[in-house]
C-alpha cells in the first residue's frame, strides 16, 4: 500500500481507468527500483514484515495488513455460523491440531494466508470470500476485523505478531517513552486471558486435519512464546503445525479501533504523565479490552441486522479503520516538531520590519484576544510584551489551524501553553539562525540558499565562474568610460535606497548610534559625475531617481539620516544638475510649441513643491554663507539661469537661495570679501537674466493666475531678485515687467468691489503685487500705484 | 530552482522586477481578456497587487472597443494574474 491513502490493493484496472496507456507512459513502479529493495537473506525479514520476503512488494502497507480491503468486506459480514462455546463442545472438533484448525481456520497457517491472499486478489469473488469466510469461526473473525488496532494506541507498541511481545525491546522506538521492560510485562496479563477463554473448546477432540509444515525458523522463534500462550503446544510440544496461529491471538488484546479508551490515553499520555500512570492505565485498558472482547463473543450469535444496517456498520467501520490507520503514528516529539517547523515560517525575531501592519494594528487596538491592555504594556517591560506576543501568535496559530485541542474550545489551556513554548522555541531557532540567505559549503559548486516564509523557492544558486569573470571585465570595461543606466538600473537602485532606508530606520528604533554608511553609498552621489546637458542615460544616477515620484516621497527620511556635509554634496550635485531634472528639462513652457506643460510633469511639479522645494529650504538653513553664493555660482555655471527661471521649480530654487542669502546679509555679520564675492555672483546670475526677465511669466499668466490660488512664486522671485540688487537692477527688472504689473492691476480694477464673490481674489492680487512694489518702496491699491508711505 | 547569475552583488529575484515598478504605471494582463493599467501600490509573492487610478479594459469577442471601468483603488488577485508590463511611454 502507498503511503499516500492510495489503495493498490484494489484492481489493477480501477486504479487507472485508461488502463494500459497509462502504463506505458509512465510506471511508478520501475521508477522505485533499486529503492525497496528488501535484503531477502536478512534473517529479521519475518519479523519486519509479518510475511514471507517473496510476498513482499513495493507496495507494503506500513500501516496495516496487506489486505486491508478483504478485511473491510469481511468485517461487513456478520458470521452466521459462529459457533457458541456450547455447541462447539457438542459437535467441535475431536483432537487438538483439527481443534486449532477448527478455531482459528484453516487459511489462518501463515503459507496457507499467503497463497489464499494471493488468490482472493486474483480470483475470488465476493460471494467465494463470503463463502470463505463462513467457514472460519467467529474468533477468526475478531482478529481480522480489528488489526489497526494496532496503531490505535499511541504509546502502546504494537509487537510483531510473530513474536509475541518478547522480542519487542529491540524494536521498540526509544521516544515512545517506554522502559523496555514493560512489554513483557503487559504480555502475560494478555496471556493469562487467552487461556481463560479458550478451555472450553480445548477439550473438544478435533477431526481430520489439514496440517502444512511450517519453516524451522519460525517454530523454534515461537516455541518459546508458545510454551505459555498454548497450552495445546504442551501437552504435544511436536506439533508445532498450527502454532502460528496464537500470535493472531495477541492483536485481538488490543483495544477496539476508536474505542474511548485510546483516546483517553492519546491525550493522557500527550499529558506526559508518569510512567506509572501509564502502567497502570495500560493494565486497565487491558480489563476493558478483555471486556469488550467478550462482549463480542456475546453479542455476535445475537446479531441479526438488516443489510442496510449491515452495510453502514460496514461503511462507518470501514471509515474508522482509514482514520485511525495512521494515528499514533507520530509521538508527541514528532508533532511538535512539525508545529515548530511551521511556525519557524510565521515567527520573526524583528516583528517591527516583517510584520509591520500587524505591529502597526497591535498599536491602534492593543486589546489583543480580549486580553486588556495592562499598564505597563507597548513593550515598556520587554519581557513582558515578548511572552504577550508569543501568547498571541500561538493563539492565531491554534485558531487558525484548527487544532484539534485548540480554539477556545475545551483544552484549549494546555494547548496554548505547549504552543507558547514552541513559539518560545521558534523564536529562539529565528534569531540563531543565520542572517545570511546562503552559504556556500566548501568545494561545493552551488550555493545553498536558506528559505523562508518570505523567500521559499529558491534553492541553489549557481554561479558561473565565466559569467562572473566576464562581469569583472564588464566593469573594467565600464569604470573607464561612463555608465549608460537603463529605466531598471535606476528603478533598482531606488529601490534599494528605499531598503536601505527603512534598515536605518528601523535600526534607529532600536539604538541612537545608526550606521548610514550603507545608505550613503546606495545613494550613489559621488558615482558618476555629471551637468546639465549630458545624455539622459549617463546623468548621476540619484539624479535620475529624482525623476520619481517615490525617490520625492522618501526625500524627507532621507535627509534626517544625512549629515550636514553629506547634504551640502547632494545640494551641490544638483545645482550642477539642475537642466537634467525631468521638472526642469521638460518643466518649461518654453519648449512646447502651445506652451503647456503636459499633465505628468505638471503632476511632479506638483510634487516636488510639496517635497524637494521645502526639504532645499529647510536644507539652506544651515549653509552658511560663502557656501549659498557658491551654489549659485553653479548652477549659473553649469545651467542656463534664464532658461531655469522659465520653470516653476528652478524659479523656486533661485529664490530659495537669494533670499537666504540677503537674510544672512541683513544679520550684518558678513566679512567684506564674502560680500564682495557675491555681489559679483548676483551680477553674474542678472546677466544672464537681464532681458528675459519677462519670460518668467507663462504666456497666458492671466488667465491662469486670476487671484483665485495663492501662489506667488514669481512675485516672490521678482521681489527676493529686487531685494538682493542695487537700484539700477531694480529698474531693469520694473521695466520688464511692467506690462504684467499693469495687467494685474486691470484684473484687480476690474473686479467691482459689489462682487463679493470674487473679492477675495482682488485682495490675493493685491498681496502678490504688492510683496513685489514693497521692496522698491511702492504699494498698489485697487486705483493706483503710489509710493509707500512710511 | 536555479539560477544563473551574472552579478551577485546585486541578486534579483523574479519579483524584483515587480518591485521596481512600485509606484508607477503598469499593464496587468487578466485571465478572462482583461487588462488593467494603474499605479501599482503594492504587492505579494503571488502576485496580488493593489493598484490605483485603474483602468480596466475588457474585451469582447463581438466588440471592436474594449468595455472600460474605472476604479480610484482596487485589488487585483493573484490567481488570474498573466503578465506584468511596465507601461512604456
Redesign the interface.
Known sequence: MSFFGFDPTGPPNSRGKNGGEDNEVYDFENTYDGLGEIEEDDAFNDETFNTNVNEIKKDYDFGQGSNTKQQYQQASIPAPTSISYAQAAVSGPVNDDEFMQDLWGSSNTPSLQQEDSKQERKILSLEEIEAQLTAIDQGQQQQQQFPPQLYGIPGMIPPPPQFGGYMMPGFMPPQYGFPAGMIPQQIPIQQQQQQNNQPPQQEQPLPQEQVQPQPEIKQEAEESVLVEVNPASIVSPKQTAPKPVTHKVDLSNFPVLGSKEAVQQQQLHQHQLQLQAQLNEQQQQQQQQQHSHHHHHHRQPSVELTPEQQEKAARRQEKVSRIMKYSGIMNPKDKDFVTRFQLSQIVTDDPYNEDFYAQVFKVIHPKVNGVPPSSNQSGSVASGGESQQNNSIAQAYLDHSGHRLGGRYKRADVALQRMQQQVQKAVTVAKERPKLTQFAKEGALGKISFSSGKKPRQQLEIISKAAERQKEQNETKKKEGTKRYSKKDILSILENIISELMNVESESRTSTEVDTTKLWESLKVLKQPSSSGDEESEVNPFIQCLNYNKMLKILSRLFKFLTREQILTITTLIMSNLENLSVIKYGSYTTYSDNKIPEKINKLVEAYSLTFTKILMNSVLDFKFNEISGLLYILNGHNNSAFISTTKIGLSILTTLLSRAELIIGEGQISATDLSEWSSCYDELFTSLESRIAAIFPPNFDKIDDGSSKENYIWQFLATLSLGGKLSHQRIIVDEVRDEIFSVMNRVKSIDNSDLQNLYKKQNLLNNLNMYLVVMGLVADENEIKELQQ | ????????Q????PL??I??????YIIVKLRGSREIKGKLQGFD?HCNMVLSDALEYIYNENDDEPMTKKSEMVFVRGDSVILIS?IIE
Open positions: 530552482m536555479s539560477t544563473v547569475q551574472t552579478s551577485h546585486q541578486a534579483e529575484e524584483d522586477l518591485r521596481y515598478q512600485l509606484d508607477e509573492s511596465p
